[in-house]
């Protein structure tokens, strides 16, 4: 399939998330006309002003309630040349994994494809995939590519239902989402075709509309507890595997509508295996002293500890598809902390 101009009109769905708000500006950097799918008229409103205050005036957005419901993209795909489907649950507050996140997931996702299939002009649809859809548990240290698929958690939801670990029951969500989302594409042979992009735990500067502290997405609020003294010396030890600056995820989802080659692949997108302490090295090294006094509870862990070992992910295809060079751990950790400074200034005010 060939690729999608930069002059091309894109569908995005979850634009108003921190990843979606940050392809949406850099598909529109790119010269892309952009609609995007929101809940509600205030969060779209928010994302039209806030990119016509970087001279960025070509953002529109339709309305969509419940990415479940029979038909939610019917309407919103009408007219564009590519769909890019970020949007999809990430949290851990669960009661019931089918209801919470697993459904959600992959209807949500099977719906964007569904409608993408009726509008002829749609040449390909990115997916938002995670490393959640590929990790297996695995010791000693192991090397993950794209060849791999989470088996592990798919199983433990269905032995232990409600029971299971919230976190198995987000990585089961992802597998689920991204794999009928490949069954689909096979079976049903629409005139596009896709590319599924599996970044790990995404860090970095907000772009979207976060109403207060306790709105922050998952990844962003784990680092800001340490910004903020709630999280401790101990939890900083615990090793998370693998990060990836969410400006780097949402320029390979621009990159994926460009280059051709990027149909039917699957990308594995991260920098190297870590825990917090390395980033609060980071941010201690680096911050300048106005930064540092915007957080004066900050917890600086127990710095130079040697940081676990986790398994890795080898991303030598996305590197070299697309010649991607990662933003410095550095960048990303003190432009999260800037950010998050400013919107803390907001919450206060």
């Known amino acids: 399939m060939p690729a999608v101009p930069a002059s091309s009109f894109v569908l995005i769905s979850g634009p108003s998330g921190f990843l979606g708000a940050h392809v949406a500006q850099q598909l529109l950097q790119a010269g892309f006309r952009v609609r995007g799918t929101v809940r509600s008229k205030e969060k779209g409103q928010y994302l039209v002003d806030r990119f016509k205050q970087q001279g960025l005036d070509k953002f529109e957005f339709v309305i969509v309630e419940d990415v479940e419901a029979p038909g939610a993209f019917d309407e919103a795909v009408k007219g564009v040349d590519a ?25 949500g996702t099977l719906n964007a494809l569904r409608s993408a299939a009726k509008e002829p002009r749609v040449k390909r649809v ?13 010791d000693p240290v192991y090397t993950f590519t794209e060849q791999d698929w989470n088996e592990f958690s798919p199983k433990q939801v269905e032995e232990k239902g409600k029971d299971v670990d919230p976190s198995q029951a987000y990585r089961c969500s992802k597998t689920k989402a991204e794999q009928a989302a490949w069954k689909f594409v096979e079976e049903e042979k629409p005139a596009f075709d896709i590319t599924t992009i599996q970044p790990p735990l995404i860090f970095g500067p907000l772009e979207h509309e976060v109403p207060s502290a306790d709105k922050l997405n998952t990844s962003i609020n784990n680092f800001y507890g340490f910004l903020t003294g709630k ?17 780097d995820v949402a320029k390979i ?15 594995l997108v991260a920098t190297s295996d870590s825990s917090y302490q390395p980033l609060l090295d980071l941010f201690f090294a680096h911050a300048d002293d106005s930064l540092k006094s915007a957080f004066p509870n900050a917890e600086k862990g127990k ?31 003190l432009d999260m902390a800037k950010s998050l400074a400013e919107y803390q200034q907001k919450w206060s005010a």
């Open 83 to 107: 769909v890019v489907h970020t949007a999809s649950p990430f949290h851990f507050n669960v009661t019931d994994p089918y209801k919470d996140l697993i459904n959600p997931a992959v209807q």
């Open 126 to 138: 990115v997916i938002t995939s995670s490393f959640a859809a590929v990790v297996n548990p695995h």
């Open 231 to 247: 999280k401790s010396a101990e939890d900083a030890q615990a090793g998370f595997g693998s990060f990836v600056d969410v400006r």
């Open 253 to 267: 989802h621009v990159e994926s509508l460009l280059v051709e080659e990027a149909g039917n692949q699957r990308f």
């Open 303 to 333: 710095p130079g500890n040697p940081k676990p070992k986790a398994n890795v992910m080898d991303t030598s295809k996305v590197r070299k598809t697309f010649k991607w060079q990662p933003i410095e751990a550095k960048d990303t950790v």
